[in-house]
């Protein structure tokens, strides 16, 4: 489980590498894009019922501390920013909650000196996150992802969930999170909402993450109850990680360009060490498949109860 006060230690090294160069830490909202368009608590079987699942990087290049936790964006019913609520019905476990981390843009802290709130950007709902917002400003490079992830309800049978919100955010092929990070606080690429459709579905078209030091490849989400709920932190009901198959990671790393100093960092970590993820990622671990030239598929079922 995650450690409160060490992930309190972790924040102020957060902060020490933005003044470092490292991350650091318009528009007419989601109301207009309406109008116009645990942790793994290391799944234990109880009494017979297996508890089944299937989706990592954030902070920058070389910076050695992690997006744990933030007293202003961390998340979870405990407050802590760690693995809570884990729970199982039927053969889909409750996600476990997790971290925003520093760079949430959410409105949950800041960056820059004002409330980062992507959410409230026009044209936030949209499927290929790529692109700043105006595309204008910037479009991320990488070896391209398509993410789905399945949103289901353990207190039903693992019923499909469809009308609600997630927003998926990650950082870019160098380890960088738009608007704090070093060189890119002026771009909102790699955030995106998206409501999930009659199968409990959302698909996000976007780059594959690098790896800076301290974290393991990472994609942070939090769930809302629906769209019209999606404009600030305050109405999430659910913060969680996607995890990725390292052997892929090293593959992505090694061949594709761009992603040089994530093949360092990977080969620095593991999930044993990975403030978040050493408890396990059973819940998290996404089902990777495709080539750096054909570009990859990732798919995750996120069960919360509803």
Not at 186 to 202: C, H
Request: glycine share 12%; charged share 10%.
């Amino acid at each position: 489980m995650s450690n409160p006060h060490r992930n309190h230690q972790l924040d102020l090294v957060h902060a020490s590498c933005q003044s470092l160069g490292q991350p650091d830490e318009h528009d007419l909202g989601l109301v207009h894009d309406l109008q116009v368009m645990q942790r793994r608590r290391a799944l234990t079987w109880l009494a017979g019922v297996g508890a089944a699942s299937l989706l990592g990087c954030g902070g920058g290049g070389s910076a050695a501390s992690t997006d744990s936790s933030s007293s202003s964006s961390s998340s979870g019913s405990d407050g802590s920013g760690g693995s809570s609520g884990s729970g199982t019905s039927g053969s889909c476990s409750v996600i476990p909650e997790e971290t925003a981390g520093p760079y949430p843009g959410d409105g949950s802290n800041t960056a820059n000196g004002s409330i980062a709130n992507v959410l409230g950007v026009s044209g936030i709902v949209r499927s290929d996150i790529r692109p700043s917002l105006p595309a204008s400003l910037g479009t991320a490079a990488g070896v391209t992802l398509t993410v789905t992830l399945t949103l289901v309800d353990t207190n039903a049978s693992c019923a499909d969930l469809s009308g609600h919100a997630i927003y998926l955010w990650h950082c870019d092929r160098e380890g960088r999170y738009s608007m704090y990070s070093s060189g890119v606080t002026d771009q909102n690429y790699l955030r995106g909402v998206q409501e999930t459709d009659a199968n409990g579905q959302v698909t996000f078209t976007t780059v594959f993450p690098g790896c800076y030091s301290g974290r393991m490849p990472h994609i942070h989400f939090e769930v809302y109850r629906s769209l019209a709920t999606a404009t600030s932190s305050t109405s999430k009901i659910k913060t969680s990680q996607i995890a990725f198959p390292v052997a892929d990671c090293s593959t992505i790393y090694s061949t594709a360009s761009g992603y040089s100093a994530s093949v360092t960092n990977l080969n620095q970590m593991s999930f044993a060490t990975d403030n978040v993820f050493s408890d396990g990622t059973t819940l998290q671990m996404a089902t990777l498949t495709g080539s750096v030239a054909a570009g990859y598929t990732a798919a995750l079922t996120v069960g919360i109860a509803a």
